[in-house]
């Protein structure tokens, strides 16, 4: 099964509704996909990762090995509770942490602080290309998820240490994402990650040549109403090496109200007697026209409307 792969650079060209068409479809029935030449310097990129690998061997490693997740796994016992992962979770907007988390070099915080600028930027551009999918209002997604002080952004650092018994523990337990645009910043050589699609787990390969990888969390399906998905996942735990994994959160406030985009929602709560003599005047036009009908009447203004659907 072949993963979406999203070429950013073709939004500029004439195969960007070829690429829209992509997208939407990614979005729809996949929840997840990949892109490239999305506009990341790559040697940030690579700078990111190399300081996040050396920090985990310099501060983090040596503790992850006295957790009790290992000590229980020594003893080989089934761990169902706990994953295997050694991670830390830095804030970025709408405050910031990283200059709490005091074991961090000043060269991992300044280079972590602009590489998630540029993810910033990317989320954003990506809420504005499923809104124009979707039908919505270019800023609706960016508005949805503001509240009072803007959009909430995290990112996730997490290293998928090697295991000796990958099948007594996974490394991050099956879960959906809470929250709105997930971009990921992965290992390029260890594997691990996996979705679930169509009844079938799906093996997420490595990132190669600067991708990075992009699922939709439970608000995008929320606010979508259903239309786009947030997808089942896990990482698996692996003997083959240490997995890297730099994911960062682009989520609404914790006060933002999120409901489903009106304009999304089916009609509801009508009689059929009054769909059907709508139908009849408009059996030959288009339904969509129909629903918002049907929308405005069970609201109570249908008389504009229904004029409106005549002219």
């Not at 006060?255 to 009508?270: G, Q, Y």
Request: glycine share 6%; aromatic share 10%; charged share 25%.
């Amino acid at each position: 099964m072949e993963i979406p792969v999203i070429d950013f650079s073709n939004l500029e060209s004439k195969k960007r509704s070829e690429t829209m068409a992509l997208l939407h479809e990614a979005c729809e029935k996949w929840g997840f996909f990949m892109i490239e030449n999305h506009g990341i310097d790559r040697e940030l990129m690579e700078r990111v990762k190399h300081l996040t690998n050396q920090h985990y061997e310099e501060n983090m490693k040596d503790s992850f090995y006295e957790t009790k997740a290992v000590k229980t796994l020594e003893n080989n016992g089934f761990i169902s509770n706990k994953d295997w992962e050694s991670s830390f979770f830095v804030r970025h907007h709408t405050s910031s942490n990283i200059n709490e988390l005091a074991s961090l070099s000043q060269d991992l915080r300044e280079t972590m602080d602009a590489y998630i600028d540029e993810k910033i930027k990317l989320a954003e551009k990506l809420s504005e290309l499923m809104c124009e999918n979707l039908g919505i209002e270019k800023y609706r997604i960016i508005e949805a998820f503001s509240g009072s002080k803007g959009p909430s952004v995290g990112t996730k650092v997490a290293i998928y240490p090697q295991c000796p018994h990958p099948e007594l523990i996974r490394g991050l337990r099956e879960h959906t994402d809470a929250g709105g645009i997930i971009l990921l910043l992965q290992d390029d050589k260890v594997p691990g990650l996996e979705f679930f699609k169509d009844g079938k787990w799906v093996k997420i390969p490595p990132s190669k040549n600067n991708r990075i990888f992009i699922n939709t969390g439970d608000q995008v399906e929320i606010l979508s109403n259903g239309v786009y998905k947030s997808a089942l996942h896990r990482v698996m735990a692996t003997k083959d090496g240490n997995r890297l994994s730099i994911a960062t959160f682009y989520n609404p406030a914790g006060d933002a109200i999120i409901s489903p985009v009106s304009k999304l929602l089916l009609p509801n709560h009508f009689r059929f007697d009054d769909y059907l003599n709508l139908y009849t005047k408009t059996k030959f036009e288009d339904k969509g026209l129909r629903f918002e009908t049907m929308k405005n009447m069970a609201a109570g203004n249908s008389h504009q409307r229904v004029l409106t659907t005549k002219n």
